[in-house]
């Protein structure tokens, strides 16, 4: 039950921060530049600003809880949603594919992003260990304190 309302909580203020299409500021996109690959950042720069604002915010909180993550960790935390690209939905999408499922193609992509963000990630040459930290699927989070941490900064 506390898992559940944790999770309800985070999609709440995911949707009332979502409502802005405020850019991140300046200082952070040149962080995000710093930390990513060219490529990478090239991907990440695909990204609605309220998911760039998101990103920031979990890479942030992923660094004070990991201060030893490397830049591939980093890396990691800042392209955590970048699948959610693919599926090409709007904020009020988002709700809708999340009451209903992945019922047609674009709620599909967005239940499946973080599948999307492997793919698109691996074409965009992001290292092993990047790769690795996102796939979320086959790695228990109990045993990898660094996917903990990180799975930790996005449910803040």
Not at 69 to 86: C, F, N, P, S, Y
Not at 111 to 131: V, Y
Request: proline share 3%.
């Amino acid at each position: 039950m506390a898992n559940f309302l944790a999770n309800q909580r985070h999609l709440v203020r995911r949707f009332v921060t979502s409502l802005s299409s405020a850019s991140p500021p300046s200082s952070d996109i040149a962080w995000v530049n710093e930390s990513l690959l060219p490529s990478e950042f090239e991907l990440w720069s695909r990204m609605e600003s309220y998911d760039q604002r998101h990103s920031i915010e979990v890479a942030r909180r992923f660094v004070d809880l990991c201060p030893v993550g490397t830049r591939d960790h980093v890396a990691a935390a800042l392209l955590h949603d970048i699948g959610k690209i693919e599926a090409k939905l709007g904020v009020f999408g988002r709700v809708v594919a999340t009451i209903v499922g992945p019922r047609g193609q674009k709620f599909r992509f967005y239940h499946e992003h973080e599948l999307m963000g492997l793919r698109l990630c691996r074409t965009a040459g992001s290292s092993a260990e990047t790769l690795r930290v996102l796939d979320w699927s086959h790695v228990d989070a109990m045993q990898d304190t660094i996917v903990s941490f990180l799975q930790q900064a996005d449910q803040i």
